[in-house]
């Protein structure tokens, strides 16, 4: 059964920490019922949102978004970040900044997951999210 305790939050902190300092961004950490830690970006250098859109060189998503769902997400300022995905849909420096979070979240010997979908048994640890931006607080990137 996923859980995840504040104890183990505060454990796992300044791991998380550091990966933050090291690409300038700032973000908090929490526990979301007791089963998933959340790291939530508030500001940073890097334009998460416009490198999940991709250029016309290098497209990620934006040729499968109609206008209005890129506008969207311009105009909220935030994206909620796939983990089983985040490799396909960032490149760059967002890429290897999520790569090195993920990775903090995730630490040996604390972090398992002995899931099995095709028998439908889910054992894990705890779960990951990572939120750029939050409803009504958009991410901010700064110079």
Known sequence: ????????KKKIAPSIKAVLKKYKVKGTIAVRHHSTLVVN???GQIDFIENFLGTPQRPNLSPRMDEKQIQYLRDSGRIDVNPYWYHEHFSGKAK??????????????VWYDRSDAMVDYFDTAYYVDVNV??????YVVVA
Not at 1 to 8: F, W
Not at 98 to 109: I, R, S, V, Y
């Open 1 to 8: 059964m996923a859980y995840v305790s504040q104890d183990l």
């Open 41 to 43: 970006l508030k500001e």
């Open 96 to 109: 290897a900044f999520l790569t090195e979070l993920f990775a903090a979240m995730k630490p040996a010997g």
């Open 133 to 138: 931006g939050k409803y009504g607080k958009p």
